[in-house]
């Protein structure tokens, strides 16, 4: 057993986060990011940048900040009450905190996948047709068709739901719920998606199709992942970053980070002795 | 397991369930005794309520003579509207009965049928002129004492001087009897008639389209605002803020004002401020409305705070606003709840009295009202001046009333039931 008094990472001093956590040709830019709930801190000057068209796996114990990180990234974090951030947080250069930036375009631009599937209360095709609807992509019946289906091929699912799609989309499996989600997300053409643990309330063969899409979608999108599995993380993504306590510990390629880590706390959780 | 903690365990085993079984006893006989009360309360109402609906008809030889009429040859439309029917019923009367002397029992014998009786005559005869100078046999009401006597009211065995009916009334009313001019049919009236105060003729239609009418006014104010307020308070509004918290302690504590304090606020404001007119559905509908709000604002933000989070996240991630977050997807989910709370404060307002006496409703109004600015009662006032009426009759006609409210009330329970199942939506 472990006791938690002499648990060694408490000594550890995290500094500056090591490793690669700047890239040429980023999409997200993140620079000096703390946030705040009420008075407590939950990040910790967060830098870090996101490449286009990869995946980028967040890991790290329960608790340590980066689904919070995540959150930042489409402005999801301004429904919470009293949370605030500062810093600079930078889409294609341009600060998505800025007062002119519509949090509504960017949600639009920036797309989320969430832990729990969540589709709306409708049907399968409502549910993947909302969000185009909603932004005026399709002008008329025939496109917004189109559209869906597409959308729903995108995201494996169509095969599936064909015949019933305009069946409640509550009435899917877990596994074909996220896949529904996934499809809803990706209907709205966004540049990058975030998955806060996509797959965690799912059994492994619904896991393996959701990574199997995840890695055909980064063709086309950059994906920003939070994963409590480090397989998965090893599994779908190019880079890796390492949160503790609020803290970026270490950004660097999945390889590196699993095979070679720099920090000791990454050595740490990656190879269990806590997390 | 230790074999040790097997042993406890069983042992305090049979303690658990016999509380268990206990408990669950005390339950059934919970149940059972509020059951109890309940048929009791609804046998003791239809018992005396059933009555009502038959009423007593007689029936009489009426001699229609022009001369009595005091008809010319040629007559206009007005002197056949004027002319005296109430002779006539009288004339009609006496031939029936040849013995009668003497005012009193002359003013007895007049009191067999009702007043309405002249009326319906004069009706039948606009209607109908040939019929003048001929011998009709008709069906007019019978008095309230007649009818109770037909309908068991009234004890023989009793000395004359405790009945309604002297002795000299009961003869005619036997005699009426054995020639089969007396009979009970399907009471119509009570539901095509407005108040009177003559028992008989009394019926419920001015109350039924009253508090229709006041429930209209009460649901196209009280369900928007009511609505409206509740989404802003739960989805809009800054939480923790102090003017908020302040706003949702006040509407918690109006929900536990009594009744009667927004029957006085409407009287001073509605009435005494901005001059609405008294006794009317408008005012009766504003005060429900008061009253109804705080009921429609705290179920709808249950409703609304019961909708899964998940719901509101999935809408803003595809870049709904808030408007259309809420719109499209939260106040949906939640009609199910906000229809049922709705429907239940509609419910308590239509059976609400006491505020309603202090903005004039309690009048007598022996008119339908044609509109919501039209003096009109609503049916628990009508239900509390008839049983507040001296007369027998009345008795049953108050818990007829009772039974008719009883049934609107069910019906509105039921719409909110189906409307419930007709809105849910599975997760």
């Not at chain 1, 890991?59 to 990180?69: A, M």
């Not at chain 1, 951030?85 to 960017?106: A, C, F, M, R, W």
């Not at chain 2, 001929?134 to 009793?158: E, N, P």
């Not at chain 2, 818990?399 to 609107?408: C, D, K, P, T």
């Amino acid at each position: 057993m472990i006791d938690i008094e002499k648990r060694e990472e408490f000594d550890i001093e995290i500094d500056k986060t090591v490793g690669k956590p700047f890239i040429d040709d980023a999409k997200f830019s993140t620079r000096n990011v703390d946030v705040f709930y009420d008075d407590k801190q939950a990040i910790f000057d967060a830098n870090i940048d996101i490449g286009k068209n990869q995946i980028i796996a967040m890991i790290g114990p329960s608790g340590c900040g980066k689904s919070t990180f995540l959150r930042c990234l489409n402005r999801m974090n301004d429904t919470i009450q009293g949370c605030h951030i500062s810093g600079d947080i930078k889409l294609d250069n341009e600060d998505i905190y800025h007062k002119h930036q519509d949090p509504v375009l960017l949600r639009a631009r920036v797309g989320m996948v969430f832990q729990k599937p969540n589709p709306f209360p409708k049907s399968i095709y409502d549910n993947v047709a909302y969000g185009a609807k909603l932004h005026g992509l399709a002008s008329n019946k025939i496109e917004l068709d189109e559209l869906v289906e597409k959308s729903l091929i995108r995201a494996g699912l169509f095969k599936e739901v064909k015949d019933s799609l305009h069946k409640p989309g509550t009435g899917l499996s877990g596994g074909q719920q996220q896949r529904l989600c996934i499809a809803r997300t990706i209907a709205i053409d966004p540049e990058v998606i975030l998955m806060d643990e996509p797959t965690s309330a799912l059994d492994p063969i619904a896991t393996a199709v959701i990574e199997e899409l995840m890695i055909d979608l980064s063709k086309k999108y950059t994906i920003a992942i939070v994963t409590h599995s480090m397989q998965q993380a090893a599994r779908v993504s190019q880079r890796t970053a390492y949160f503790h306590m609020g803290h970026l510990v270490e950004v660097n390629d999945t390889n590196t980070v699993f095979t070679n880590p720099e920090h000791q706390l990454t050595e740490n959780y990656i190879t269990g002795r806590f997390g | 397991m230790n074999k040790n903690t097997t042993e406890i365990i069983k042992l305090k085993l049979a303690k658990r369930y016999a509380k268990e079984k206990r408990f669950k006893l005390y339950g059934i006989s919970a149940i059972a005794v509020s059951i109890a009360f309940l048929l009791s309360l609804l046998i003791n109402i239809s018992v005396t309520g059933l009555p009502a609906f038959q009423q007593t008809y007689i029936n009489i030889e009426v001699d229609i003579d022009s001369k009595l009429l005091k008809l010319d040859s040629q007559y206009s439309e007005q002197e056949l509207f004027r002319a005296n029917y109430s002779k006539v019923v009288k004339q009609s009367l006496k031939a029936m009965f040849p013995g009668v002397k003497g005012r009193k029992q002359k003013r007895a014998l007049r009191q067999l049928v009702s007043k309405s009786a002249i009326y319906q005559l004069r009706d039948f005869v606009i209607d109908n002129p040939s019929v003048i100078d001929t011998k009709q046999s008709l069906w007019f009401l019978a008095r309230d004492d007649v009818d109770v006597f037909m309908k068991g009211g009234i004890d023989r065995s009793l000395p004359e001087s405790d009945r309604r009916l002297k002795d000299f009334q009961l003869v005619w009313v036997d005699k009426l009897l054995s020639e089969n001019r007396l009979e009970k049919r399907f009471n119509v009236s009570f539901f095509t008639e407005d108040d009177s105060r003559e028992p008989e003729q009394a019926g419920i239609k001015g109350a039924m389209i009253g508090s229709l009418l006041t429930m209209l006014v009460t649901m196209l104010l009280s369900f928007p605002i009511g609505v409206s307020t509740a989404i802003y308070l739960e989805e809009f509004a800054p939480k923790n803020n102090k003017w908020v918290d302040l706003i949702e302690i006040n509407i918690n504590n109006l929900a536990a004002v009594p009744s009667i304090v927004f029957g006085l606020l409407g009287l001073a404001v509605f009435i005494g401020l901005f001059g609405v007119p008294r006794s009317v559905p408008l005012i009766g509908g504003l005060v429900l409305t008061l009253m109804t709000l705080p009921t429609i604002i705290i179920t709808s933000r249950a409703a609304l705070k019961a909708v899964p989070p998940s719901i509101r996240e999935a809408a803003l991630a595809l870049g709904a606003s808030r408007v259309q977050t809420t719109f499209h997807h939260v106040v949906p989910a939640a009609m199910p709840g906000i229809l049922t709370g709705t429907i239940i404060g509609m419910a308590q307002a239509l059976g609400e009295t006491a505020p309603l006496l202090m903005i004039g409703m309690v009048a007598f109004i022996a008119d339908v009202p044609q509109g919501i600015t039209d003096p009109s009662t609503v049916l628990p006032v009508q239900i509390y001046l008839w049983s507040d009426s001296p007369e027998r009759a009345f008795t049953e006609r108050t818990s007829a009333a009772i039974m008719v409210l009883l049934g609107f009330l069910i019906v509105m329970n039921f719409l909110a039931v189906i409307m419930r199942k007709k809105f849910e939506k599975k997760w």
